[in-house]
Antibody, heavy 123, light 107 residues
Framework: QVQLQESGPGLVKPSETLSLTCTVS??????????WSWLRQPPGKALEWIAY???????IYNPSLKRRVAISVDTSKNQISLKVNSVTAADTAVYYC???????????????WGQGTLVTVSS | EIVLTQSPDFQSVTPKEKVTITCRAS??????LHWYQQKPGQSPKVLIR???QSISGVPSRFSGSGSGTDFTLTINSLEAEDAATYYC?????????FGPGTKVDIK
């Protein structure tokens, strides 16, 4: 059973870079058609998809965040990472990593999800 | 970008009642619509995929219907453990988007 665990700094200062890591256990990030994703949820608000990455290096970004984010995969560590540049208070959110799959019917839902990590942007 | 709207925003329901939540897409998304349940302090859990396909391990009281732009999540005979926020999510076109959520409270 695949499990995902996010880790990050908890608190980041405005204008700095936020760095998060998602560690995958019980499975390999290099598995077939799976895409690995980051999503976020500001306190009390809805979910927002940030980016996808395939172990081959193929990446897909949400245009609303594309200029400030970078997703990467480390197959040797079985980890996915996210960097968000020039953060502001609007980037305060619970950040989740999740797995998705792209098959003959298109994109499947996100499943499973990590437990999430709260990142607060504040001086 | 495809915008998803949900109604109602909030619903307070008595146990054993039937709950209906709707999700409307700003343009046709065929059946590429998925439903999630999120309880406080937890990550979302997928309930229904591709509008009406059941997910292994999800109670049978959860069902989905619809296609094109209008979708419905139905909870038959609500149980206390169903108190949560429910989100729809479209995977028809990028960027993938979510609805604003419907909070279901137990009276």
């Amino acid at each position: 059973q695949v499990q995902l665990q996010e880790s990050g700094p908890g608190l980041v200062k405005p204008s700095e870079t936020l760095s998060l890591t998602c560690t995958v256990s019980g499975g390999s990030v290099s598995s077939g058609t799976y895409y690995w994703s980051w999503l976020r949820q500001p306190p009390g608000k809805a979910l927002e998809w940030i980016a996808y990455i395939h172990y081959s290096g193929n990446t897909i970004y949400n245009p609303s965040l594309k200029r400030r984010v970078a997703i990467s995969v480390d197959t040797s560590k079985n980890q996915i990472s996210l960097k968000v540049n020039s953060v502001t208070a609007a980037d305060t959110a619970v950040y989740y990593c999740a797995r998705a799959d792209y098959g003959s019917s298109g994109w499947l839902p996100f499943d499973p999800w990590g437990q999430g990590t709260l990142v607060t942007v504040s001086s | 970008e495809i915008v998803l709207t949900q109604s109602p925003d909030f619903q307070s329901v008595t146990p054993k009642e039937k709950v209906t939540i709707t999700c409307r897409a700003s343009q046709s998304i065929s059946s590429s619509l998925h439903w999630y349940q999120q309880k406080p302090g937890q990550s979302p859990k997928v309930l229904i995929r591709y509008a009406s396909q059941s997910i292994s391990g999800v109670p049978s009281r959860f069902s989905g219907s619809g296609s094109g732009t209008d979708f419905t999540l139905t909870i038959n005979s609500l149980e206390a453990e169903d108190a949560a926020t429910y989100y729809c999510h479209q995977s028809s076109s990028l960027p993938h988007t979510f609805g604003p959520g419907t909070k279901v409270d137990i009276k």
